[in-house]
C-alpha cells in the first residue's frame, strides 16, 4: 500500500468466484460487516505489523506444516473467514449426516456387507481399494464407533453452495491448528469475539477425551487413553503432544507400548500401566508389524489382536481407509439414502468414475478443462487441473488413466469461494476451502464450530492444501452469546496452547518415559522422519 490515504480496503475487488465477504456490487455482506468495519480503521503498516506480529507468535511457538520436505512456520492470515449462523445450521447437520452415514458403511464393510449384495457399492471397488484390510473384519469397536474424529473437506461453489470434496476418517490432521489459530487471533480482536458473538472452539479436546472414554472396553470405569506418535520428526507432532497436553494423557510411541496375554501396557517408570484407548496418529500400515509391514517400528506387534479380542480401542479404527478412497464418495449420497433414508444435506461435487469406459471417453474429450485426481491421493498431491496443464501433462495424464482406470476420478472446476487475504499488495481475493472436524461419541455427532479453513495465498491458486503452500484462516461461526463492551480478552485467549509441557497435565511424570523417548527418537531418526505421510490426512 503506497498511498498513505488508502484503506486496507482500498481497491478490494472480488474475482469470477463466489466471494465470501463482498458481493459483486461492492456491498459488504452481513457477516463480514464488523470485521469489514474494523480492519477499515487501520491504516495499511497497522495491519501488516499485525501480520508480522502473528508470524512471529508462531514462529515462535513451533506451529509448523511440511512443504516439500521442508518444516516451516504454518501462515495464518491476519483476516478471519465469518460463517453466518444460517450457513452453519446448514453446514452442521450436514457434516454430522455424512459421518453417519460413514459410520453406516464402514460397520457394513467389515461385517455383512449388505451394501454390496443389494448391489449399491459393486464388489470389485472394495476388492481393489488398497485400504480395505480384510485382517480387521469382524473386529467391533467399543461402542460401535469406528469414525472418532473426522475431516469432511466442504467447498463453497461459484453459487454459493456448500458441497462436499472429500471425507477424512482415517487420521484426519490439522485441528491444533484450528486451536492455535483461535488463540492467536482472540488476542489480535480481543474485542469483536463478543460483539459478534463467535462461536468458541476450545471444548475440543475435552469433546475428544470424552468420546475416547466412552469408547473404552467393557467394565472399564477409569480408561487410560494414550495419543500414539510417530514421533518428533513427524510433521504433525505439534499437532500429537498439544492434543495430549490438552486432554490431560499420555503422549507415546510405539516403542512405549507392549502387548501381554491380548493386552496392551504402557512402559512406565514405575512398571506397566494397562492402556484401554489408543488415539493413534500413525497409518494402519506402520501400527501391528505382526499384521502389516514387518519393517514398521512404529507401531507394536499385537495391538490388533488386543482390538480383535476386545481389550483394547483404536481409534481412530483400523480400515477406515476405504472410506476415504475417492471412489466410495462418488456413492455416497446412494449410501445416504440407503443406510440413513434420507436425502443428503450436503451436496457432493458431480464426478466420473473412470473406470466405467463412457465416463472415461467423456473425460478423455475434455481433458484440457476438468480436474484429474487419483483415488487415494492426499494434500493434492497428483492433481491435474486440466485447465492449467500443459499439453505434455494432459498427455501423460491420459497415459495414466488408461494404465489405470480404477485409480483415477475427474471432477469440473470448481471456482472455490474467495475470502480478503492480505498480500504484499494488500487486501486480495483468494480461494479457500473448510474442513470442519467432528467428533462422535456414540451417542451424538459433535460438529466443532468452525474448523479449518485452508486458503491458497498465491493468486488464481485453486489447492489450497499447506502442503502445496497454502495457508489458514481463523473460522469464526456466529450465532454464540454477544457481550456489550468491555475489552477483557474472551475465554479462548485465556487458554495456554503454546508450546507444550514436557508432562501433559494432569499425568504422572513417572509415567511419562519421555528420557526414553528421546533416545528412541534420535536412534530411528530415518525412519521416522519418512513417517509423516503415515496416514495423516494432511492440512
Known sequence: MTDPASTPWSGYTPVQAWDEAVDVDGQVREPYRRVYAEIDRMSGDDLYSRAEALASSYLAQGVTFDHA??????????????????????ISPGIAQRVRTLEAFLADVYGSQRCVTDGVVPRRLLASS????????????????????????????????????????????????????????????????????????????????????????GGVDDPTIVVLTPGVFNSAYYEHSLLARTMGVQLVEGRDLETLNGRV?????AGRRRVDVIYR????????????????TLGAPGLINAARLGNVTIANAVGNG?????????????????????????????????????????????????????????GGKGVVIGTKASPEELDATRRQILDDPRGWIAQPVIQLSTVPTLTEDGLEPRHVDLRPFAIND???????????????????????NSSQGGGSKDTWVLGGVRHRGGASLPPEAKVELAGVDPVPQGAH?????????????????????????SGEARP
Do not use: C
Not at 467391533?140 to 472429500?166: A, F, K, M, T, Y
Not at 456414540?442 to 489450497?464: E, N, S
Open 509 to 533: 511424570p513417572e509415567d511419562y518415559a519421555h528420557g526414553q523417548q528421546q533416545q528412541q527418537q534420535q536412534q530411528q531418526g530415518p525412519a521416522r522422519s519418512g513417517a509423516h505421510e
Open 69 to 90: 520436505g521442508e518444516e516451516r512456520p504454518f501462515p495464518l492470515d491476519i483476516v478471519p473467514r465469518v460463517v453466518g449462523a444460517d450457513e452453519w445450521d446448514i
Open 281 to 296: 496418529r500413525i497409518d494402519d500400515d506402520f501400527l501391528d508389524p505382526v499384521q502389516f509391514r514387518p519393517d514398521s
Open 322 to 378: 476405504v472410506a476415504d478412497d475417492k471412489l466410495i464418495y462418488t456413492y455416497m449420497p446412494d449410501l445416504t439414502r440407503y443406510y440413513l433414508g434420507e436425502e443428503p444435506i450436503l451436496p457432493n461435487v458431480d464426478t466420473w468414475r473412470l473406470e466405467e469406459p463412457e465416463a472415461r471417453e467423456e473425460v478423455m474429450d475434455r481433458l484440457h478443462e476438468l480436474v484429474v485426481k487419483p483415488v487415494d491421493g492426499a
Open 130 to 217: 488398497q485400504y480395505f484390510y480384510r485382517t480387521v473384519a469382524g473386529i467391533e469397536p467399543g461402542n460401535g464407533v469406528r469414525v472418532h474424529v473426522s475431516g469432511i473437506d466442504l467447498v463453497r461453489d461459484q453459487h454459493s453452495i456448500w458441497r462436499v470434496l472429500e471425507d477424512n476418517v482415517r487420521v484426519p490432521s490439522g485441528v491444533s491448528y484450528v486451536l492455535s489459530n483461535r488463540r492467536a487471533m482472540s488476542q489480535m480482536y480481543p474485542d469483536m469475539f463478543g460483539a459478534m458473538g463467535v462461536r468458541p472452539v476450545l471444548e475440543y479436546s475435552q469433546r475428544l477425551r470424552a468420546a475416547l472414554a466412552k469408547a473404552a472396553p
Open 265 to 269: 501396557y504402557m512402559r512406565t517408570t
Open 442 to 464: 456414540g451417542d451424538d455427532v459433535w460438529v466443532l464450530p468452525g474448523g479449518l479453513t485452508r486458503v491458497a495465498l498465491q493468486k488464481g491458486q485453486l489447492i489450497v
